[in-house]
């Protein structure tokens, strides 16, 4: 199912948590949503689950709006909070038996989705103990079973592998691509590889606002601007190497980074590209190119730049 958010906004008394944000996610897209803490994030992830009320504007799944028919439109939504809450002195399986009969399952559905949850969430070896006997990593696996036991439509993760081991990061992100090819997706976290990992889209938010909204790569392009590669080029002096680079058209600055090694930093000038230029001008002057990487701007400097 899709969600179409539309000029939605919350207010606490002055302060202005979300400000007129306008979104859609469509079925199988996973979207990663990022911002700094108090951004607004949880705020919005809360409204689209009907956790907290909506302010103004309005969020629509499928062609249904939250604010007429909520409780009919809770049964597509999965949700795992930040703080994830669990009743710890209840046994795994009794709390998913609950969780189960809550959203409304069949006695005959409880045990199949039981019986998966524990499986694709990796909970088998403790599936007898009591919650509040868990490590904070197979509580999360136990949040996440709990937003999927009723196979929603729709998952609002809020930071779902916070307290995972690296193995059980490696895990719940495959499952949570692999959920994604069926399902909608909004997913909340501070780790940035891991947006990358498994989101099809990014979008960040700052004081309630979007600020960006695209693919890593479209973000990276945006920020990058001009090309910029490192190339190492051999067979020649460096400063005759420099010499022949500056005259190429598409080139706006040429700098040696390293003369022993013959490194070389090429700035293009906007809306062009040198790697070509860059080829033929060796072959003409019998340099050899031994390496020619491109620059990439990093996740983690979009997010600074964007947010700070």
Same mark, same amino acid.
């Given at each position: ?17 979300? &400000? ?17 803490? *108090?951004?607004?994030? @949880? ?11 909506? *302010? ?31 009743? #710890? ?18 006695? @005959?559905?409880?045990? +199949?989705? #039981? ?26 696996? +136990? ?18 592998? @916070? ?20 399902? =909608? ?9 891991? +947006? ?11 004081? *309630? ?8 790569? @479209? ?5 990058? *601007? ?8 051999? &067979? ?14 598409? +080139? ?7 003369? =022993? ?28 190119? =031994? ?18």
């Amino acid at each position: 199912m899709n969600i179409k958010i539309e000029n939605l906004t919350k207010r606490y008394d002055k302060q202005i948590a979300v &400000d007129k944000i306008s979104f859609e996610v469509k079925t199988g897209e996973i979207l990663g949503f990022l911002g700094p803490n *108090g951004a607004g994030k @949880t705020t919005t992830m809360k409204m689209i689950t009907n956790y907290i009320s909506i *302010g103004e504007g309005d969020i629509k799944i499928g062609d249904k709006s939250i604010r007429t028919e909520a409780d009919i439109l809770k049964k597509f939504i999965g949700y795992l909070p930040e703080h994830n809450p669990l009743y #710890l002195d209840m046994p795994i399986i009794d709390y998913l038996q609950f969780c189960a009969k809550l959203q409304g399952l069949q006695s @005959t559905e409880v045990e +199949v989705r #039981l019986r998966e949850m524990i499986r694709v969430c990796g909970l088998n070896k403790e599936k007898h103990k009591k919650i509040g006997e868990l490590s904070k990593g197979y509580r999360q696996r +136990v949040g996440l079973a709990q937003a999927m036991i009723h196979d929603p439509e729709i998952l609002i993760l809020d930071e779902p592998t @916070t307290g995972l081991d690296p193995n059980q990061i490696i895990e719940i992100r495959k499952l949570i691509r692999e959920i994604g090819r069926t399902k =909608t997706v909004i997913l909340s976290t501070h780790i940035l590889p891991e +947006v990358e990992a498994i989101c099809d889209r990014i979008l960040i938010i700052k004081e *309630g606002k979007i600020v960006a909204d695209g693919t890593a790569e @479209t973000l990276r392009k945006q920020a990058q *601007g001009q090309e910029i590669l490192k190339v190492r080029i051999e &067979d020649g002096k460096p400063q005759n190497i420099q010499f022949e680079l500056e005259k190429l058209t598409s +080139v706006a600055s040429a700098k040696i980074l390293d003369e =022993t090694e013959n490194r070389f930093e090429i700035q293009s000038k906007n809306g062009e590209s040198s790697k070509r230029p860059i080829f033929q001008m060796c072959l003409e002057n019998q340099f050899v190119l =031994t390496e020619s990487v491109p620059f990439e701007t990093k996740l983690e400097d979009i997010f600074r730049e964007l947010t700070t």
